[in-house]
């Protein structure tokens, strides 16, 4: 057996569901348009997870919405616990709500 191959935080990140993915029991539906704070709670190669904590919600961003040039690395991503000011776009067809930053 040869030496263990040290894993990324993309092959880490690509293998895990985070809690956004698990919206709370309570589920509040936010509408479209609404602004609103987050605090990133994940960050994948595909986007971002959020907690709205006024909304007690959870959502993602995805690439194209977080309103900058494509990142390269996961660590060009706003770091987990950094607060955005986001908008909500409504729902993807597996319920999770998609939100875009305001720059």
């Given at each position: 057996m040869g030496p263990a191959v040290p894993r990324t935080l993309t092959d880490?990140?690509?293998?895990?569901?985070?809690?956004?993915?698990?919206?709370?029991?309570?589920?509040?539906?936010?509408?479209?348009?609404?602004?609103?704070?987050?605090?990133?709670?994940?960050?994948?190669?595909?986007?971002?997870?959020?907690?709205?904590?006024?909304?007690?919600?959870?959502?993602?961003?995805?690439?194209?919405?977080?309103?900058?040039?494509l990142a390269q690395e996961l660590t060009d991503y706003p770091s987990v616990g950094s607060t955005l000011h986001l908008e909500a776009l409504g729902y993807s067809g597996l319920g999770q709500l998609r939100m875009r930053v305001l720059t």
């Open positions: 880490v990140a690509n293998e895990t569901w985070c809690f956004h993915s698990h919206p709370p029991q309570v589920r509040t539906e936010v509408q479209d348009g609404v602004a609103a704070e987050g605090v990133v709670v994940c960050v994948h190669p595909f986007g971002l997870g959020v907690y709205l904590g006024d909304e007690q919600a959870f959502g993602h961003v995805d690439v194209p919405m977080m309103g900058r040039p």
